[in-house]
């Protein structure tokens, strides 16, 4: 009796042998084949990089145009900005110098009337207008006098010189003003002089 050849041997064998026919059993089964490439296809590649390449820096160099431009820009308005300020400090004062011309003016006259007539009463009515006047631009411009007396001692507003004995007020409370204080707006501007009751 004849043995019986094993099937999978039959069929490894098989598969070898159209392997071999396709001319394909030298080959790594984990090889990938990579595409062929003509030298023309080689060459277009090529000039197709360097246009874009020529492309990136025109708009590189165009980029590092626009920046210099901003920085220059720039430069120039930090320096307008730095004389503005500057000019804005030295002539911070000349809108209330000129509100005030006014009352200077009136006081010259009011000076020059002094040897020509001897009436004090008119002389005083003068000044007042003027003093009334000068007030008026200084409240203009948001300064306010404090009215201290009567009301309790507080160290942000009044600065104390003296306490003194009062029968009419409590302690701690100003009972005469030295010096009067002002406020610009809401900021003191100078503590007011005062007493103070012990």
Known sequence: MKEQEPIQDNIQTGVEE???MNG???QDPNRVEEPEVSAEEVQE???VGQAELDQLRA??????Q???RTQADFDNFRRRTVKEKEELGKYASSKLIVELLPV???FERALGTVSENADVSSYAKGVEMIFRQFEGVLKAEGLTPMESVGTPFNPEFHQAIM???SDEYEEGIVVEEVQKGYLLKDKVLRPAMVKVSG
């Open 163 to 165: 306490q003194v004995e």
């Open 66 to 68: 626009r920046l210099l």
């Open 18 to 20: 159209e392997f071999n």
């Open 45 to 47: 590649t090529g000039s």
């Open 24 to 26: 394909t059993e030298n």
């Open 59 to 64: 708009e590189a160099e165009d980029h590092k």
């Open 104 to 106: 200077i003016d009136n």
